[in-house]
């Protein structure tokens, strides 16, 4: 698939690491490194715009590492980028640990990836298919 980008960072295009990865890493693109205090959430700059095709969107997800070993998230996570959306990518990142967490130009703040999607359309019924979950939830499946 062919996505046109435009790149207005300092920093290469996100790329994928591996043959079967699903996701690329997104770059923070800065004038200087800042600090993300405890508890703390920003909108971090990536310095790319995108135009997707319709019936696909781009998922802004955390990074593993940073999730495990930094508490840094991404708030709305997954965050959509719609296709019809031309502004920049940014990513609203959050400080869940205790300790402060530098962020510096260039570092890998998030990944994306590109699914497709459907758009519904609403059927309104009187009643609903009965299945053998019915109506449990919220754990009513068990554990194991």
């Known amino acids: 698939m062919k996505i046109k980008i435009i790149n207005k960072s300092k920093h290469e295009l996100p790329s ?7 996701g690329m890493d997104l770059r923070a693109n800065l004038s200087e490194s800042f600090v993300l205090k405890s508890l703390e959430r920003t909108l971090v ?3 790319l715009f995108i135009e ?13 590492g940073l999730a495990f070993k930094n508490g840094l998230t991404v ?5 959509t980028i719609d296709a019809d959306y031309r502004g920049e990518i940014k990513v609203i990142l959050v400080n869940l640990s205790k300790e402060d967490f530098i962020i510096n130009d260039g570092e890998r703040v998030a990944q994306m990836v590109i699914a ?12 609903l298919d009965e299945t053998a979950r019915g109506e449990g939830g919220f754990g009513s499946t068990g554990k194991k």
């Open 16 to 22: 994928y690491a591996s043959v079967a990865a699903a």
């Open 45 to 47: 700059a990536t310095g």
């Open 52 to 64: 997707l095709p319709i019936g696909f969107e781009a998922q802004i997800r955390p990074r593993s």
């Open 75 to 79: 708030l709305n996570s997954p965050g």
């Open 116 to 127: 497709r999607h459907e758009q519904a359309d609403w059927m309104q019924v009187a009643q």
